[in-house]
């Protein structure tokens, strides 16, 4: 049994639920956007933690600190060529 189950089992036995959830899950939103007419197509996933790269010896990435990880994790990325994104507004037929 993991920690967090633990301890939402033992606050669930007094009455007390979703302890857990409110201290540390939190909702990351991802958004595409097309750079010809701005259309933007938004989803929301909740976690409750980050999965921050150290070293991606495949894409040659290596981040020194913690704070390293987060830009890289937070950066833009571009989608082109055979990651294009098909935006329903520009290509409704794709």
């Known amino acids: 049994m993991q920690l967090f189950d633990a301890v939402e089992q033992s606050f669930e036995q007094n ?15 991802g958004f595409i956007r097309c750079l ?14 980050l999965q921050l790269t150290v070293k991606n010896e495949f894409d040659n990435e290596q981040n020194a600190s913690v704070e390293e990880a987060l830009k890289s994790f937070l950066k833009v990325e571009t989608l082109n060529g055979d990651n294009k994104y098909a935006c329903p507004t520009c290509d409704p037929e794709k």
Do not use: P
């Open 36 to 49: 010809k007419c701005d259309y933007e197509s938004r989803s929301e996933a909740k976690f409750f933690d």
């Open 15 to 29: 009455g007390v639920f979703g302890v857990i959830g409110d201290l540390y899950q939190g909702i990351n939103t």
